[in-house]
């Protein structure tokens, strides 16, 4: 698909259909830091802010950049993913070459699904609870048919806070990256969703000093997750996000 306004209208379209909704019913608010790519330096010092404050994030891995450079970074080795396992972090699927789902076909959006899966299986991630995040945040109808009965969530790109309910297929995030491209700044939004028991997924790329325009600051991570605990919200992974949601909406309904 590649005329401009039938990409648009399929992307409304996507917005709108295919929704798997989650409640967000719990006693606290979460936030969920996650790295798209994950770049040598979020496999590093992104992950160690994180176990520093004992929470645990996730990391978005398309199986076609390990040992590539991304944005002129480093990408992830297949080392750093492992170690990020065995730290209890979670890795999700980011397509295998890091292409834009809206313009590939059916099949070719199942090959490369298909590719990141035994990628990622390989490694000893369970494939049949796996999240997914759209490269560049680009979806549209057919993808969204295909990854919603794929995936367990599926994560697109800005959009900011949740609350009161989530769309799983369709996912949204505040960027934390160095110069804001987000009209709410963080510190907005996790007010927010501590005050309103709501679900914050950050989207991220590397973790270094000066980053790149994608990316963030050690120093500014390590507060961003400080910040997040000091509010009262949990920091969880994406899969752990969704069970303490659905367990809490369970007992809500019980
Ligand atoms: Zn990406």
Request: charged letters at 20%; hydrophobic letters at 40%; proline letters at 3%.
């Amino acid at each position: 698909m590649s005329n401009p306004f039938a990409l648009r209208l399929s992307r409304v379209l996507a917005r709108h259909a295919l929704k798997n909704i989650l409640p967000l019913q719990a006693a606290a608010g979460v936030v969920s830091f996650t790295f798209d790519d994950a770049p040598a330096s979020a496999c590093e010092a992104g992950a160690q802010a994180l176990e520093r404050h004992g929470v645990r994030g996730t990391f978005y891995v398309a199986g076609g950049l390990t040992d590539q450079h991304e944005e002129g970074k480093p990408c992830h080795t297949l080392a750093h993913l492992r170690q990020l396992l065995q730290a209890g972090h979670e890795l999700g699927c980011h397509s295998y070459s890091h292409v834009r789902c809206d313009l590939l076909n059916q099949r070719g959006l199942v090959q490369e699904l298909d590719r990141n899966a035994q990628f990622l299986g390989d490694l000893g991630v369970d494939i049949r609870a796996l999240n997914f995040a759209y490269p560049f945040g680009a979806f549209a109808f057919g993808a969204k048919r295909i990854c919603s009965a794929r995936f367990r969530s599926s994560r697109i790109t800005g959009g900011g806070l949740h609350t009161g309910q989530a769309d799983l297929n369709a996912l949204k995030t505040h960027r934390l990256y160095d110069v804001a491209v987000d009209a709410d700044s963080y510190e907005t939004l996790l007010a927010r969703a501590a005050d309103q028991r709501g679900w914050l997924i950050i989207n991220t790329h590397d973790i270094e000093n000066p980053a790149s325009r994608f990316g963030y600051t050690p120093e500014r991570l390590e507060q961003a997750i400080s910040a997040a605990l000091a509010a009262g919200c949990k920091v969880l992974p994406v899969n752990a996000a969704i069970d303490y949601w659905q367990q809490n909406a369970h007992r809500a309904n019980a």
